[in-house]
């Protein structure tokens, strides 16, 4: 099975700043790299997903890198707000990677 | 509907008692995952749905807990001589294909929350 590992598992920022988050995988098979962000007491929701065939993904504020040779995608937002302020998932693999993700604090 | 929907929001059994948690998913969703989440943590995956098939059901924790999905379309986790460690957000999620690793997002019910006493 998959193993992941997301990094850092807290992350504290001032608002403006900017925020990455790595996620590590082991499966080389993996072809597809989805974010989901959870806000406290609510659903996760995918905020932005990759292929395997594309190196970068660009939505606002918001982008997934991806290095398949290395195995990690990351995660980087841009002028962070207060409202992105939530638990961060990496989830190359259904059954396996959800961990306990990283909490993303914007300090306004 | 409009998006997965899960029913009861909030659920509270005393020690022993048996519980049933509904999911709807979204229409034509092939896919359904259930996923318990503890406080603090991430979800972690129970068990999946393909149709009415069950291909992996790995994640669950004990014999007690069963999920079923017989038309293919709403599934019922039950989980039976509940226990307190069973305490946890539910959460179900649908997906469009019928393939887990087919590059398809999935989407959350809002989860039920169990609390057993």
């Known amino acids: 099975g998959e193993n992941v590992e997301q990094h850092p598992s807290t992350l504290s920022v001032q608002e403006g700043d900017s925020a990455v988050i790595k996620c590590t995988y082991s499966?080389?098979?993996?072809?597809?790299f989805p974010w989901y962000k959870q806000e406290l007491g609510k659903r996760p929701q995918l905020i932005i997903d990759i292929r395997s065939n594309v190196g970068e993904k660009k939505d606002q504020r918001i982008a997934v890198t991806l290095n398949k040779t290395a195995k990690h995608f990351s995660l980087h937002i841009t002028e962070t707000q207060p409202e992105d302020s939530a638990v961060y998932f990496c989830?190359?693999?259904?059954?396996?990677?959800f961990g306990a993700g990283t909490t993303v604090t914007v300090r306004a | 509907g409009a998006g997965v929907s899960q029913s009861p929001r909030y659920k509270v059994a005393k020690r022993g008692q048996d519980v049933a948690l509904r999911c709807d998913p979204i229409s034509g969703h092939v896919s359904l995952f259930w996923y318990q989440q503890a406080l603090g943590q991430g979800p972690e995956f129970l068990t999946y749905f393909q149709n009415e098939a069950q291909l992996d059901k790995s994640g669950l924790p004990s014999d007690r807990f069963f999920a079923e999905r017989p038309e293919g379309s709403v599934s019922t986790l039950k989980i039976q001589r509940t226990q307190q460690e069973d305490s946890a957000v539910y959460l179900c999620a649908s997906s469009r294909t019928p393939d887990p690793y087919s590059n398809q997002p999935q989407h959350f019910g809002d989860g039920t929350r169990l609390s057993i006493l």
């Open positions: 499966d080389s098979a993996s072809n597809y």
């Open positions: 989830a190359p693999d259904y059954k396996l990677s």
